[in-house]
């Protein structure tokens, strides 16, 4: 489970309800063009989670891709991959 990276940003924003989605799309495709994983902040790792957390501190990464799930209230569910565009 430490192939992947995992954050949230929701940690630092609050719930965006209806437009959490977008927000967390816009922090993916922040991340790769910049480099940078932004944390969970007020994270208190747990030996029983199997899981890279990015916590209570931004890491750098040279990541092609991100994905982002969004699960709203009654079942509004989306994935998206997005990839970075080399020029």
Same mark, same amino acid.
């Not at 949230?8 to 209806?18: A, D, E, R, Y």
């Not at 991340?31 to 750098?60: C, H, K, M």
């Given at each position: /489970? !430490?192939?992947? *990276? &995992? =954050?949230?940003?929701?940690?630092?924003?609050? +719930?965006?309800?209806? /437009?959490?989605?977008?927000?967390?799309?816009? $922090?993916?495709?922040?991340?790769?063009?910049?480099? %940078? %994983? *932004? *944390?969970? %902040?007020? !994270? =208190?790792?747990? *030996?029983?989670?199997?899981?890279? %957390? &990015?916590?209570?501190? $931004?890491?750098?990464? $040279? /990541?092609? !891709? $991100?994905? &982002?799930?969004?699960?709203?209230?009654?079942? +509004?569910? &989306?994935?998206?991959?997005?990839?970075?565009?080399? =020029?």
């Amino acid at each position: /489970a !430490y192939a992947m *990276p &995992v =954050t949230s940003i929701k940690s630092m924003i609050g +719930h965006g309800f209806g /437009a959490a989605g977008a927000q967390s799309m816009v $922090a993916a495709v922040r991340t790769l063009q910049e480099g %940078i %994983i *932004p *944390p969970t %902040i007020n !994270y =208190t790792p747990d *030996p029983a989670i199997d899981l890279d %957390i &990015v916590g209570n501190q $931004a890491r750098r990464v $040279a /990541a092609r !891709y $991100a994905l &982002v799930n969004a699960f709203g209230f009654g079942g +509004h569910n &989306v994935v998206v991959v997005v990839g970075r565009v080399e =020029t």
